[in-house]
Structure formats: C-alpha cells, structure tokens
C-alpha cells in the first residue's frame, strides 16, 4: 500500500486542522493505520491508530481528549480531526499502516515506529499563538 498525508498547515491555538491519509490499493481496508508525529531534534512519537474497520481507535494521553480518528474505505482514506490544538502539536505529522488481515493482528498497542511497514511522507502542522 502507499500513503499520502495532506491536510497540514497553520492554526491558530485553540484552532482545528484536519489531515488526511490516502491509500492506494483494492485493499486499503485490510490496514490498521496509524498517526505518528515529529518535532525537529526529537523522535517521531505515536499519536493514535485506528484498526481496519474503524471500529477501535487508540490515542495518545496528549491528544486524546482532542483528537479523533476516522476512516473511510469506501475513500481509501483515514483522518485525524484535530480540535483544540497547542503549540506542542506543532510537529511534522505522519501516517503508517500494516497489514491486519494478512499480517499480525490489531491490537491497539503498536505504538513503535518499527510496528509500521507502510509510510506516507509527512505534513507539516505549525500552530501559532
């Protein structure tokens, strides 16, 4: 499968932002997908995933009274509705993806970077005061 990110940009905080992954491929729907973000000199961190069907989602502490993630196979896409933002989401944001069906399953704690084999490239997320 391939990734793309879009959605990225400036916010004010206390603003929204919404990104969005597309998928390629007849079978998106098998993919857990997952979030993940990077601030410049640190570590690119977990920010939420979402199982195959949409029906089970998993966030990190920071952003989980904030964030929501959905998908839609019929798209190919997954989002990541982002409301409230504050200057420490500013980050460069990626998504990633494996296979559920064919590979391991869900589980909503692959929270690695090495958990994913699939990645897009990433959008920038810049919030301001």
């Known amino acids: 499968v391939q990734l793309q990110a879009s959605g990225g940009g400036l916010a004010q905080a206390g603003g929204s932002l919404r990104l969005s992954c597309a998928g390629s491929?007849?079978?998106?729907?098998?993919?857990?997908v997952a979030w993940f973000r990077q601030s410049p000199g640190e570590e690119r961190t977990f920010v939420s995933e979402i199982n195959w069907n949409g029906g089970r989602t998993v966030y990190a502490d920071s952003v989980a009274d904030r964030f929501t993630m959905s998908r839609d196979n019929a798209k190919n896409t997954v989002y990541l509705q982002m409301n409230g933002l504050k200057l420490e989401d500013t980050a460069v944001y990626y998504c990633a993806a494996y296979d559920s069906v064919r590979g391991k399953q869900y589980s909503g704690n692959y929270r690695r970077t090495g958990d994913y084999d699939y990645w897009g490239q990433g959008t920038q997320v810049t919030v301001s005061s």
């Open positions: 491929g007849r079978t998106f729907s098998y993919y857990a």
